[in-house]
């Protein structure tokens, strides 16, 4: 008996040690390959664990914002990016989330998304109004972009199941299949330049056009609540785009289960913000985030603990 209990004494603190080899492991929710979340995702696949002992880091493609807060409420994903709106949405149980609220915090407020509707020169389209029977990409299923798109045609009075003829691709198709004529427009939200946009801008008889789309906020905030904000897109952000496009941008963020532990994400939050340099040479988007911007960087939600504490060690308070 003696023997069997010392046995087991010497096994406790060798599968103890196994665990701990083994250490962290998370996944990182973030978007379609064209967009601007995925290769930020990477890159911070890459530095945290650069940074963060015993921890190993995995970014998993999506279709996006919606689509990545039902992976953390499933429990497949421990970080995620989305826009601002579908992470309210998320977190009250509201439209894609009736069934189930999804259990997230705010880790930080990356940059601000600027919705972009996206045609070419020869398609008739001069406005949103002018997408009234066209073949249109309202963005990938499950996407932040598809939510969007929906609420913007909605406040023009256009009906998206009626008035238009409407597909769900990501970015990157959608640029394909605008260059293919398959469509004749598409709605994008992310960063800018966003790759999949300058690719078909790059391309040879094709004379990009962001259409305007502003004046749809009043009705947007009405309705949803105020998570959005107007923007402009300056001109030549993309080749041959020589007008201003006067848009409304939603804030990305990156969020975090609300059960991760708190010094983990304590060190998540440092590791962001102190090797942003990193994260900036994988997008330029990176160079968007700062301290200042996170009280005030349109999160709707609150902070998780840890990112909190961070912050006010750099004197920011935010909720």
């Known amino acids: 008996m003696k023997k069997f ?11 103890l040690l196994s665990a701990a080899d083994r250490g962290t492991y998370l996944n990182i929710a973030t978007g379609g390959t064209a967009g601007v979340y995925y290769p930020l995702g990477n890159g ?13 880091f995995t970014a998993q493609a999506t279709g996006g914002s919606v689509e990545n807060l039902k992976l953390i409420a499933d429990g497949k994903a421990d970080i995620a990016f989305a826009l601002a709106d579908t992470v309210w949405d998320g977190y009250k149980g509201f439209n894609d989330f009736k069934e189930k609220k999804v259990p997230v915090l705010t880790l930080a407020s990356l940059y601000p998304a600027s919705c972009q509707i996206v045609t070419v020169e020869g398609r008739n389209i001069n406005r949103v109004a002018d997408l009234k029977g066209k073949r249109i990409s309202t963005g990938a299923a499950g996407s932040g972009t598809e939510v969007f798109a929906l609420r913007v045609l909605e406040a023009y009075g256009l009906d998206p199941e009626k008035d238009v003829q409407r597909v769900k691709l990501g970015a990157g198709e959608s640029a394909a299949a605008l260059k293919e004529k398959k469509i004749d427009a598409f709605f994008w939200l992310g960063g800018v330049p966003t790759a999949a946009v300058t690719e078909l801008a790059s391309t040879p008889g094709m004379h990009v056009k962001l259409i305007d789309h502003a004046l749809a906020l009043t009705k947007i905030a009405t309705k949803y609540g105020p998570l959005y904000t107007t923007g402009e897109i300056a001109p030549n952000s993309y080749p041959g785009q020589t007008r201003k496009s006067r ?45 200042e911007d996170q009280p005030r960087g349109g999160s709707p939600i609150p902070f998780h603990p840890g990112a909190r504490r961070y912050l006010k060690e750099r004197g920011i308070n935010v909720r």
Not at 260 to 266: K, S
């Open 5 to 15: 209990l010392l046995a087991v004494a010497l096994m406790v603190p060798a599968m």
């Open 44 to 56: 911070l696949a890459k530095i945290f664990p650069k940074y963060i002992s015993n921890t190993t």
């Open 247 to 291: 848009i409304i941008n939603v804030w990305n963020l990156l969020v975090v289960n609300q059960n991760m532990d708190e010094h983990l994400v304590y060190d998540l939050t440092k590791t962001l913000f102190e090797r942003k340099d990193e994260l900036a040479a994988v997008h330029k988007e990176a160079m968007n985030l700062t301290l």
